[in-house]
Structure formats: structure tokens, C-alpha cells
């Protein structure tokens, strides 16, 4: 099961959220993103989240405004995509306590943290609910400690 | 100093008085960016490009907080396109810090930018190492997950040891993150698998369980490219699956399995029952997905069986609840799913209760990605009793609905589909192909000819056009050749049409190059009319049908060639001949072509029409044998057009005609075209007040389909009026005598004709008093050869039978067949031929002038020139030149000898043999009918012939085949590239295979291990040969060098089978095999390993 990138699309088409798992150049990014959004915000809703798309599969899911689009390898089980981007939707959402959009934005090294802990280079790291949480509390505590250093020094 | 973090705007805030921060934060930034962008585009430009220059500004001050906030606002512009890679040192700076907040930020920028830059991976890799070694297990925890989205080959060297060792941290987060990190390192440097492969093992009875899950994960991805090395481990994920209920492993285990049983089909039986146990147990539909995924690409389902039947039944049960839940998504999964349990099992498209219904409705599908899922077995769904309704289902899909366009791509994977589906066993499924034809217009008028009424369908785009163009084209062609049956069908219902009708010109030229062709090579089919009597709309005398085809050949060919008629009368709007102007400045190539060639047999059809109507004892009456110049001389004018085109072939053939037609003129005239002038200024004057007539009917506003329908007036016309003379001539011919000499009649015929002439007009209305030819057609004229025989004899020589695709290749090459050898080796000297005269005297004295420039030119020394040997020469030379025609004895004893020796030598050939063969079996097939078993209720199917097609031999798809496999490789740039673990893996794995087969063993257990072992130890000496040839020599190795290395090698891998290699041992180590038995055996094959390997090393 291997994501080979995700990206969140507003339902304007701006990119909130890109992550990369493999090395292509900017340009082939701007494409591939470029292509991929008329795609799917053509789409209606009762349609299936999945699309055939070169030779992956991308799965794409709506949430509020945002489209979480992941690409995966063809022979990859669809529904777990579908799975992935819920759980990261899912671990937001306790994150940042009803997430949205604008959460996304102002607090988007936030989002890839989370990311980071959920997937690491696109491989599923950690299924378990708790764990993520936890291991960005830490992250954060440790981040405070150096803040608090910073406003006592 | 600043801080930016929301949660932190308190700290914030407070800091603020003191007047630290100068920077713009973060989120100034972000609503910048938010507010501007409402404004216009060009304002965000350059509110962001000022930005930029800040964070360049801000990165060039030495304090760090300033750097990693300029870092982290670029690396929130990076999800705008904007490139970052140009501060990576200073994200490693940052990256560096002691400051955790900061490091984090670091790392951040640094797995969305980092690309395999390598000058600064060194000092990356000394980055990583430090936080690798951290007190701190977040620290470790961070930069694992650098590692694994960074790594390159020279980092993973480097970093490999380090991270191996956090394999066995206490921390089951580390090390969860440090086995995916090592997958990552696998990728990069194989050798560290052969090396560490125990490692990896081990971890599978880790306590934590999302170590193990992580474990999977790797054994799983590592297994897609050679499963071979996890077989042994079977047992171990076997209990793993037992033991746990977290789905996220259990699918992966699953994964993993799909991919063993593929080199192991004997696990089957072990894993199967459990699959489909969990299948049923389960209540998560992707575990219920990921087990039929399991069971189908893992090829446990053989077609034979009859347990695997029960299964694929039970699989397809299951698939049935998906789209019981109208989820859209497990619609979709469903539907993959289903495709590949009907790839092996076809008939259960019938035999399960609902499948079939499933496939229909996903057709119907709004979602174009579920409709073009299911079109992929909609074939499967065919049969002899619901084609009709299928094809009809699969056409309503080409019309637009509800002002929504059906995209291109979709119309033409339709149009193959239903193409595909009536083709299928040599048209067997079809009922009767007038609905077939049918179908066919319907396909050409929803995608290529879409009515100009309806505004909303726009035009298909030229490419797509071209495609469907050629094959539906195609499509009729091949009916036409293969149904004899259908032939005047297609042509009445069809051709005609389309030839006729401008828009089809103008729309998609491409069509007609299959049409005219078909036009051409079955004009003769053209006979009576088969639509049925209340749609005839000509009604006529059963007696006169025959003359009504040849007016209806006539009028076609006057579509095609009467550009000049238009041009004397000076029309530019309204053209009468709108078709034929088109055709002259048509710039489609491959439709001229054809177009050619297929005017030339419907003019060929006409003259045989004509001696077959209207002669008497083999000669023409006089006014029909001046039509027939006539036609002829206006064939000659159009392909004049293409004289001089541009297009080779266009022009070639043209002008081949062009000579054999002026030829055929000239025989027929006599370089005498009075009456041909005639006939035409006649012609002329005869549209000219057909003009006026209609202008002054019409008035001005006459668009095209008052144009066409003044056409078929006009037809009808024509065709009413011709038969009606005729059966007036026939008459008075009856009781005429022919003349028996050609040569009076011919001479007086041209006497004749100048006073005749003038009146005569082929397209001559009922006005023309029949009694007038009584008197003038007492004359009569013999056609000549090159007409009456000669051009029949270019197209009707030889039946036209389908043959199958690629048999051509079949056919041997005859042995005497010899291309090599020059069949006129004088031919330097032609040109200089031609020039020369054939009297012997003037030859003598160029003779010198040819020697000299013989002997200049090829430097042959030509002594005692005498004229006899002079003239032997020329002879010689003439010898096979067309153009000449040898007179001496003994030449046309050689030639005659020629023929005779070739004549023997081809019945010898094999090739021969089986062309009679191949006849007598098509002959005998053509006899065969379809033989049809239900009666549909709809369409009654028809008793019809299909000519099979013609082979040589047997299985002649292979060579295609074994293209398709060559041309599947392709490279993809979203694939997260593993071409390394790639090569390494399945170099070893495929010679495996190669080789258990080659011994007649199936995947011995024991087999296998020593060849996996005996790969391994290759591939490692092959990367270590790699290695050093990239440290000592640049790339290119002389090939004798590389042999004479590459047997050194064999005799060591030979002789330290064992000992040599430890890290081939590490991977087998739970094998306790004898292995002398197996020594002998693997020595011969690791010659044969060899041999290919140093070919892939070429390579």
C-alpha cells in the first residue's frame, strides 16, 4: 500500500495541503495537480471516489470543502485508500477539535505533522487512533519547553 | 524574538510591546495571501513575489529563529508552485538546530524539498546520524522519517548501519519507523537486504504489534518483486493471520499472500479455506474486497476445477452484496472484482443469478468511470439470443444526455466494443446483418455525421473522427469481403449514400477510403434493389432493374468526375457537382489513393454493363459506344488533376492509369473526340437548364438538402428516361444486323457519328423522341480489347478472399526467390539508352561515345569494339527492360525456359502446398453455413455465409503476442521508483523460474532454495563487480575483458558455493538440505545463469 502523494483541494481548485512521495519536478507536480483537480471537481457527488488516472489509481475523498485526493498504485486496495484519508481526516479533526478549512491553512505544518506520523514516505505507519495523537502531543510538549526557554532567556 | 505558532498567540501577544518582532509571521503572511487573492491575480503575483524576497532576505541574517520562520513560510509557498530547493542549506541549517522547534520545522522543509541533490546529502548525512543517535527518541523518531522520504543510494550506504541498530530500540515507535525506513534503504542499496534479511524476520515476533504491522508492510512490498525468498516464512505469517482482528494487518497479510501464491500455487490449499472463512466472517467490506482480490490475482482459481468453481461462486455472492449497499465506491470495487472472476470464469455472467443485470445497469451508469469499467466484459454479457439488446444498450450510450456531451474517448471505446462484440467468433452472435448495417449507420450518425439540426452535439474532434472513421470503415470492409450475401445490401444502403452526400466529405473524408474501395471492388454487386418493395421508392419494371443499376453506376461515377461541368457553366454557389470539385482539391492522401483506383473499376463495371445490355454479338451500337468514350474521356480529365500531386503514390497511380486509360481512348476514338465534344457540350446544356429550371423553382434560397433532393430528381430522371431508350433501341436492334467487318463500321461510324453525335445524350429526358435513333443507330462498334478484356481482367482475375491477420507473414519465402542479385545489372547505362536510336549505324558511332562514358565512369576497359558485340551488349541489356520487346529466337527460348523452370519450381515449393491447401479449406468453408439453433424473438437470424478467414499453419498470434509483452514495459513517473530492489529482484527471481522449469521440477522446495541461494550469491558478486567497475573503470568495459572476468567469476562462484558467501547463507539459514545431490545440478545451470546475467550486465 504505497501513497504516492496526497494533496487537499479546495472546491475553488487551491491546493491546501501537498505532499510528494516520490521525486517529481515541479512542473510535473503543477501538471498532475492541474489535471487532477478539473477532474474531480467535475465530479458529482454520488459518483465513486475513485479515478483510473495514467497508470494509479486516485482516490478522492470530500470532506466540507476539501478534497483529500491520494494516488495509489493500481493493485492497491481501493477502499483502504479510501480508509487512509479518513483516518487523517479523523485525526485532524481531534487535533485542531472540529477541523476546517481554515485550520488547514493557518495551521498546515500542523496538518503535516500529523501526516508524518500517520504515513511515513507513504507507507501507513500507524493504525491506531491513540498513537498519533499522542506522539504530536509530545512532539508539541517538546516545542513548548523550547518556547518557554525562548521567553525565559 | 518571534513567535508564530497560533496556539502560542498568547506568548505572542505578550512579546509584542517589547517591539521584537520585525518579521512578517506566518499567519501575516498567509492572510496576505488570502486577502490579495480575492483582489485580481496580478496583485497576488506580486504580493507573493515580495514575499519571497523577504524570506531571501530573511534567510541571509544569522539568527536561527528568523531563518526557520523564513523556512517555514517557504514551505508553505511550495504548495503554490513556487520552487524551494534553492535555500536547502539553509534547511539543513535549521534542520541542525539544538532548538527542537526549529529542528522539527527543518525536517519539515526538508522532506517537502530535498530531491537527490548529492553535494548536500553529505552533509546531511552527518545530520541525520546526530539526531539518529539523540537521547531524545522524538528526535530519532524525526529523523527516520527524514530518512525514509530523502534517501539515496550514498545515503543509504551511509546511514545503513545506524539505522539497523534502531531496529532494536526499546521504543516500539522507533523501531516501528526505523523497519519502514529500512524498506526505503532496501530500495535504494539491495545489498543491505541480503545482509540484514534476518533482521527484518525477526522482527515479525516483535511484542509491539504495529512493529509487526510495519514489518508486513515491508515483507509485503518487498514480496511484489520477488516473493520467492518469503516462501519459507509461510508458516510464521500464516499464525500471524490466526492470531490477529486488526484488519489494517490482516489485508496486508493478504497482500502478502496474493503475491506467494503466485510462485507458490501449492499454499493454496493451506490458505484458501481460511480466505474464504475471514471472507465470510468479516463484516469490513474492504477485508471482504481484499480477500476476493486475494483468491483471484493470486491465481487460485484454474478454470478446470470444480471446487475453484464453488469458490469463484461464492466470491461473486459476495460481490453481489456490494452493489446491493448503492455505495457508488464499493459499486466500483465491486465491478474491478467482478471483472477478474469473469476474466476465469465467463459463464458465470449467466449462470449467477443478477450478474448480468449488474454489468447491464453499470453500462447505464451516469459515472463514466463505472461505465467504462463495465464496457471492459461487456462482451462477455453477449450471446446469440441478446446481442440485440446489448448492442442496443451500448448505443444509446453514444446519445447525448440531458445536454451533457458523451466525451470522445467514450464514443470510440463504445464503438470498438460493439464492433468487438458482432465480430466475435467471426460474426457467429449476429442475427442478420442488415441490423447489423444498421447498427453500423447508427454508430457513423451518432458520432461522426452528427445532424446538423441538433445544435448541441459539436463536432468531433479531427483525430477522433479519423479513428472511428477507420474503423467502422474498416468494420464494412470487412463484411463486405467476408458476407457475400451482404454485399449489395451495404452498397445500396450504405455506399451509395455516402458517396453521394457531400457533408460525409467534408466531415470525415477518412470514411470514404474504406467506402470508395468497396464501391469500387463490388460495383458489380450493385444489382437489382434489395430494399424491400414498400421502401421503393423507384418503382420499376423487374425487366429494366438490371439497366437501372447501370444508371445508377452512371450517376455515381457523374458525382465523382463532373467537376468541369460546374466550371463551364460557371457556378461557384450550388454546385451541381458539389462532391467532385471537393475531391480535386481533397487533400487526404490515402482516400485519393483509393479513390483512384476504385474510379477505374466502377468505369470498368460501366463498360461491362454496357456490352453486357446493349451489344450485339460483341459490338456496341454507336451512340452507347461514344457514351462509353465519353465516360472514359472524363475519367481521363478528372485523374488528370492528380498528374502532377504531390503525394507519390497518389500521383503514381494516376498516372498508370492515366496511360492505360488514354491507351483505351485512343483505341476507342481514334484521336477523333467529335463526338465525345459532343456528347459533352450536350451535357453541359443539359444541367444548364437543369439549373435554371430549379433556380427559377427554388429560388435562391436552395441549401444543401434542396441541392440533394434536386439530385435525386434528377436521378430518378436519369433513370427513367435510360431504361425507357433503351427498351426502344433493344427493340430496334433485334431486328438489326451487325456488320461483320470492324474496320467499316468503325470507319463509318466516325462518319456517323459527327451528324449523330450532337443530338445523342445519355442524360437525355423522355423529351428525346425514341423514334430518332431507328434511323441513326444501324451502326455498330466492337469495343476495344484493352476495355473489353484488358481492365476487366486487372480486377475480376481473382476471387477476393479474407485472410487472417499476420497469415501473409506465414507464407515461406520460395527458395529460388533470390533479392539479392540484380535482375538488370546494366541499368547505369539506361538512360543513355533511351537517347540512343536503333539504327545500327548511328549506334556504331555512339557506341564510342558510350564507351567513353562507360569507361569514365566505371572504369571498364572495352577493347575491339565491333558493332556486333555492340549490339550483343544493347541486347543484353535490353534483355529486361519492359519497354522492349526482344525479337531473336533464342531469347524467347530463354524466357520461355524462365517461366517454364519457375513454373516447377513453385509446385516443389511448399508454400504452394499449402496455398491449395488454404483454398480448398476456405472453399469448403464458404459452403458452410451458420447454422442457427434458438430462434431469437426479434430479429430472425439469418442463414447467411461468412467466408472464414484464411490461415497458414496454426497459431499464428504469437509473434504478436510476444510484442505486446515486449511493449508492455513502461516507465512511469508517479511510481515510487524501486527499479533498483527492481532489477536486482527479479533478474535472480526469473532465472529461478527459468531454470525449475527447465528441469521439469515445479518449485521444489528444496530446488528453490538452492537456486535462490545460488542467485543471491550471483547477484551479490554482480553488485559487487558493479561497484568495483564503478570505482576502477569509467563504465565502458571492452567485451572480451568483461568475458574472460565473467569466467573467472563462474569458476568462483562455483567452487565457494557455501563458504564464499555468507550472506547468501543468512538468507537461507533455516535450510538443512543435502547439498552435494544438488551441486552437480546447480553447476550446469549456473553456467546458463551466467550467460544471461552477463547479458543483462551488456545491457
Avoid at chain 1, 40 to 52: A, D, F, G, T
Avoid at chain 2, 414 to 427: G, P
Avoid at chain 2, 833 to 848: C, I, K, P, R
Avoid at chain 2, 865 to 878: A, F
Amino acid at each position: 500500500m504505497a501513497i504516492q502523494f496526497l494533496y487537499l483541494l479546495s472546491r475553488q481548485g487551491k491546493v491546501r495541503l501537498s505532499k510528494w512521495y516520490q521525486t517529481n519536478s515541479q512542473k510535473e507536480k503543477a501538471k498532475i495537480t492541474r489535471e487532477l483537480s478539473t477532474l474531480i471537481l467535475s465530479r458529482r457527488p454520488k459518483m465513486c471516489n475513485v479515478i483510473e488516472y495514467r497508470d494509479i489509481k486516485i482516490i478522492y475523498k470530500r470532506y466540507a470543502s476539501l478534497f483529500f485526493i491520494i494516488g495509489i498504485d493500481s493493485e492497491d486496495n481501493e477502499l483502504i485508500g479510501l480508509e487512509i484519508i479518513h483516518r487523517f481526516v479523523e485525526q485532524m479533526d481531534r487535533f485542531f477539535g472540529n477541523v476546517c478549512e481554515l485550520d488547514i491553512i493557518f495551521g498546515f505544518e500542523k496538518a503535516y505533522h500529523i501526516l508524518d506520523e500517520l504515513l511515513i514516505d507513504g507507507y501507513i505507519q500507524e493504525s491506531s487512533k491513540k498513537e498519533i495523537l499522542r506522539r504530536i502531543g509530545q512532539q508539541d510538549e517538546l516545542e513548548n519547553l523550547d518556547e518557554f526557554d525562548n521567553i525565559l532567556s | 524574538m518571534a513567535s508564530f505558532q497560533l496556539q502560542n498567540s498568547e506568548v505572542l501577544a505578550r512579546l509584542k510591546p517589547f517591539g521584537i518582532s520585525f518579521e512578517k509571521s506566518l499567519s501575516d503572511l498567509i492572510k496576505g495571501i488570502r486577502s490579495h487573492s480575492k483582489e485580481s491575480p496580478e496583485s497576488l503575483s506580486s504580493f507573493l513575489d515580495v514575499a519571497i524576497q523577504e524570506c531571501k532576505n530573511e534567510l541571509t541574517t544569522t539568527d536561527l529563529e528568523t531563518k526557520a520562520m523564513a523556512v517555514l513560510k517557504l514551505s508553505y509557498l511550495e504548495m503554490y508552485g513556487f520552487d524551494m530547493s534553492w535555500c536547502n542549506f539553509q534547511i539543513l541549517e535549521v534542520m541542525s538546530s539544538s532548538k527542537f522547534q526549529q529542528k522539527r520545522i527543518g525536517y519539515l522543509a526538508a522532506i517537502q524539498s530535498f530531491k537527490n541533490e548529492q553535494d548536500l546529502l553529505i552533509l546531511t548525512t552527518n545530520q541525520f546520524k546526530k539526531d539518529l543517535n539523540s537521547h531524545n527518541h522524538v528526535e530519532i523518531g524525526l529523523a527516520l522519517s527524514g530518512i525514509a522520504t530523502i534517501v539515496t543510494p550514498n545515503l543509504s550506504k551511509d546511514i545503513n548501519d545506524d539505522v539497523i541498530m534502531k531496529l532494536n530500540h526499546s521504543k516500539p515507535y522507533i523501531r516501528k519507523k526505523a523497519i519502514l525506513a529500512m524498506y526505503k534503504i532496501f530500495l535504494q542499496f539491495p545489498e543491505s537486504l541480503r545482509a540484514n534479511f534476518n533482521r527484518i524476520i525477526e522482527k515479525l515476533d516483535d511484542t509491539d504489534v504495529s512493529v509487526v504491522s510495519a514489518t508486513l508492510n515491508v515483507i509485503c512490498e518487498i514480496s511484489k518483486k520477488n516473493p520467492n525468498i518469503f516462501i519459507n516464512y509461510l508458516p510464521k505469517f500464516f499464525s500471524i493471520l490466526e492470531e490477529t482482528k486488526n484488519n489494517w494487518l490482516i489485508i496486508r497479510i493478504l497482500k502478502l499472500f496474493q503475491s506467494l501464491s503466485k510462485v507458490e500455487p501449492r499454499m493454496k490449499k493451506k490458505i484458501l479455506p481460511t480466505i474464504i472463512d475471514l471472507m465470510l466472517r468479516t463484516q469490513a467490506s474492504s477485508l471482504i474486497y481484499e480477500c476476493i482480490n486475494c483468491i483471484v490475482n493470486g491465481q487460485m482459481l484454474s478454470p478446470e476445477s470444480f471446487k475453484d468453481k464453488e469458490t469463484a461462486k461464492l466470491c461473486i455472492k459476495q460481490i453481489m452484496e456490494f452493489f446491493k449497499t448503492k455505495d457508488s465506491n464499493l459499486k466500483f470495487v465491486g465491478l474491478i472484482a467482478l471483472i477478474n472472476v469473469l476474466k476465469i470464469f465467463p459463464i458465470f455472467i449467466h449462470q449467477v443469478e443478477g450478474v448480468a443485470e449488474v454489468v447491464t445497469d453499470c453500462i447505464n451508469d451516469p459515472d463514466l468511470i463505472i461505465k467504462r469499467k463495465s464496457l471492459e466484459i461487456c462482451h462477455f454479457l453477449v450471446t446469440e439470443d441478446n446481442i440485440v439488446e446489448v448492442v442496443k444498450i451500448l448505443l444509446v450510450q453514444l446519445i447525448p444526455t440531458d445536454g451533457n456531451q458523451v466525451p470522445e474517448s467514450l464514443k470510440q471505446e463504445v464503438m470498438l466494443k460493439i464492433l468487438a462484440i458482432a465480430s466475435q467468433d467471426n460474426y457467429s452472435n449476429i442475427p442478420n446483418f442488415k441490423w447489423y448495417i444498421a447498427v453500423l449507420k447508427d454508430i457513423i450518425n451518432l458520432t461522426l455525421l452528427p445532424l446538423p439540426s441538433s445544435s448541441n452535439t459539436s463536432a468531433i474532434s479531427y483525430a477522433t473522427a479519423n479513428f472511428i472513421a477507420g474503423e467502422v470503415g474498416q468494420e464494412f470492409k470487412n463484411l463486405a469481403t467476408k458476407v457475400p450475401s451482404i454485399r449489395a445490401d451495404i452498397l445500396h444502403r450504405v455506399i451509395v449514400d455516402s458517396v453521394k452526400n457531400p457533408r460525409v466529405l467534408e466531415i470525415c473524408p477518412t470514411l470514404l477510403k474504406d467506402f470508395y474501395w468497396i464501391m469500387g471492388e463490388y460495383i458489380d454487386e450493385l444489382k437489382g434493389d434489395p430494399v424491400d418493395s414498400e421502401n421503393n421508392e423507384i418503382e420499376e419494371g423487374d425487366s429494366n432493374t438490371s439497366i437501372a443499376d447501370l444508371g445508377k453506376k452512371v450517376q455515381i461515377f457523374n458525382t465523382l468526375v463532373n467537376h468541369k461541368i460546374d466550371k463551364s457553366l460557371n457556378l461557384s454557389v450550388n454546385l451541381r457537382f458539389p462532391i467532385s470539385n471537393k475531391l480535386i482539391n481533397l487533400n487526404d492522401h490515402d482516400v485519393l489513393m483509393v479513390l483512384i483506383q476504385a474510379l477505374v473499376k466502377l468505369f470498368s463495371g460501366i463498360v461491362s454493363d454496357y456490352s453486357e445490355y446493349y451489344s450485339k454479338n460483341g459490338a456496341l451500337p454507336i451512340d452507347k459506344y461514344n457514351e462509353v468514350a465519353h465516360f472514359l474521356y472524363k475519367l481521363v480529365e478528372f485523374l488528370n488533376n492528380w498528374e502532377n500531386s504531390v503525394n507519390y503514390e497518389v500521383q503514381e497511380r494516376a498516372l498508370s492509369w492515366l496511360e492505360f486509360l488514354k491507351l483505351s481512348l485512343e483505341a476507342m476514338t481514334d484521336n477523333d473526340y467529335s463526338a465525345i465534344k459532343a456528347l459533352e457540350s450536350d451535357e453541359i446544356e443539359f444541367y444548364r437548364n437543369f439549373v435554371d429550371d430549379s433556380n427559377e423553382n427554388e429560388d435562391s434560397d436552395i441549401d444543401e438538402s434542396d441541392d440533394e433532393e434536386v439530385e435525386d430528381s434528377e436521378s430518378e430522371d436519369e433513370v427513367d428516361s435510360v431504361p425507357e431508350n433503351i427498351r426502344e433501341h433493344d427493340e430496334e436492334y433485334d431486328s438489326l444486323e451487325s456488320s461483320s467487318d470492324e474496320v467499316e463500321s468503325e470507319v463509318l461510324a466516325r462518319v456517323n457519328v459527327s451528324d449523330n453525335g450532337i443530338e445523342e445524350n445519355p442524360f437525355a429526358t423522355n423529351e428525346e423522341e425514341p423514334t430518332f435513333f431507328s434511323e441513326t443507330n444501324s451502326k455498330e462498334l466492337v469495343l476495344p480489347v484493352l476495355l473489353s478484356h484488358v481492365l476487366p481482367s486487372f480486377f475480376k482475375s481473382y476471387q477476393l478472399n479474407p485472410i487472417a491477420k499476420n497469415s501473409q507473414r506465414k507464407i515461406a519465402v520460395p527458395l529460388d526467390l533470390d533479392l539479392d542479385t540484380p535482375i538488370n545489372s546494366n541499368n547505369y547505362s539506361s538512360l543513355d539508352e533511351t537517347e540512343e536510336e536503333t539504327e545500327s549505324e548511328y549506334n556504331l558511332f555512339l557506341a564510342d561515345q558510350l564507351e567513353i562514358i562507360q569507361t569514365s565512369t566505371e572504369n571498364i576497359s572495352n577493347e575491339g569494339d565491333t558493332s556486333v558485340r555492340k549490339k550483343q551488349e544493347r541486347l543484353e541489356r535490353l534483355k529486361d527492360d519492359p519497354y522492349y520487346l526482344t525479337s531473336t529466337n533464342g531469347d524467347k527460348k530463354g524466357k520461355g525456359r524462365g517461366r517454364k523452370s519457375l513454373l516447377i519450381d513453385d509446385s516443389k515449393d511448399s508454400s504452394v502446398d499449402t496455398f491449395s491447401e488454404r483454398t480448398s479449406i476456405s472453399s469448403s468453408l464458404n459452403n458452410q453455413t451458420i447454422k442457427k439453433k434458438k430462434k431469437p424473438l426479434k430479429i430472425k437470424k439469418d442463414k447467411v455465409v461468412i467466408l472464414a478467414e484464411e490461415t497458414i499453419g496454426g497459431d499464428f498470434d504469437n509473434e504478436e503476442e510476444l510484442k505486446v509483452k515486449a511493449t508492455t514495459k513502461k516507465r512511469n513517473a508517479l511510481k515510487i521508483d524501486s527499479s533498483n530492489l527492481d532489477n536486482f529482484d527479479l533478474e535472480s527471481s526469473s532465472l529461478a523460474e527459468d531454470d525449475s522449469t527447465f528441469n521439469g521440477k515445479d518449485f521444489e522446495y528444496n530446488i528453490d532454495l538452492e537456486e535462490l541461494r545460488k542467485n543471491l550469491a550471483e547477484a551479490s558478486k554482480k553488485a559487487k563487480e558493479k561497484e568495483e567497475k564503478k570505482k576502477k573503470m569509467k563504465k565502458k568495459l571492452s567485451s572480451s575483458k568483461e568475458s574472460t572476468s565473467k569466467t573467472k567469476s563462474k569458476t568462483k562462484t562455483e567452487s565457494s558455493d557455501v563458504g564464499h558467501f555468507p550472506t547468501a547463507d543468512d538468507i537461507v539459514v533455516d535450510s538443512n538440505l543435502p547439498e552435494s545431490d544438488n551441486k552437480v545440478v546447480t553447476v550446469v545451470k549456473s553456467k546458463k545463469t551466467k550467460k544471461k546475467a552477463k547479458a543483462a550486465i551488456i545491457e
